[in-house]
T-cell receptor
């Protein structure tokens, strides 16, 4: 069956450390993968997109890797801040799906001061 | 990016009734999507709203239960019909970024629906 799994329901880290979030998928062949941030009571906000032929993408303190052999993406937030506390969602973009996204269950990140 | 608003932001409805949710975008967009997010869960795509034609529904969602309108390129509505408590959820609309090589989506703030 098809699955998208994100690591642990909640992740707590100390301010200043690097947060690493995992997205694993099974029985999908995504053309690209995206990461979104969702704050309570709000819609998701797009952060980064990485395509199947890309290994790594960076944006400011954010870094995403994509390993299509392992069927895994890692999302890193360096020098984390309490303001980074939110739920982070990975989403797969599938070929021929007219830009529809299939979302993972999300990881709730708390950065402790 | 696009700015998306939804109305209402929340509502409490009685079972058996229907609620229409509006989604307004500040620019013309081709792709509009409706999602459901049940408490503590991730987003599930309900349908893609197509301008000028019927919406395309995902498995498990039917037009009779979730009729969708898309009268123009900046507006769409989703109706939740004959509601039951299981329909209590957050309903979100999103739009696809324009451009052939951009695939991100921009989301509205959501409509929190409680069915009693």
């Amino acid at each position: 069956s098809q699955k998208i799994e994100q690591n642990s329901e909640a992740l707590n880290i100390q301010e200043g450390k690097t947060a690493t979030l995992t997205c694993n998928y099974t029985n999908y062949s995504p053309a690209y993968l995206q990461w979104y941030r969702q704050d309570p009571g709000r819609g998701p906000v797009f952060l980064l997109l990485i395509r199947e032929n890309e290994k790594e993408k960076r944006k400011e303190r954010l870094k995403v890797t994509f390993d299509t052999t392992l069927k895994q993406s890692l999302f890193h937030i360096t020098a984390s801040q309490p303001a980074d506390s939110a739920t982070y969602l990975c989403a797969l973009g599938l070929r021929g799906s007219a830009r529809q996204l299939t979302f993972g269950s999300g990881t709730q990140l708390t950065v402790l001061p | 990016s696009a700015v998306i608003s939804q109305k209402p932001s929340r509502d409490i409805c009685q079972r058996g009734t229907s609620l229409t949710i509006q989604c307004q975008v500040d620019s013309q967009v081709t792709m509009m999507f409706w999602y459901r997010q049940q408490p503590g869960q991730s987003l599930t795509l309900i349908a893609t709203a197509n301008q000028g034609s019927e919406a395309t529904y995902e498995s498990g969602f039917v037009i009779d239960k979730f009729p969708i309108s898309r009268p123009n390129l900046t507006f769409s509505t989703l109706t939740v019909s004959n509601m039951s408590p299981e329909d209590s959820s957050i309903y979100l609309c999103s739009v696809g970024a324009s451009g052939h090589s951009t695939f991100e989506q921009y989301f509205g703030p959501g409509t929190r629906l409680t069915v009693t």
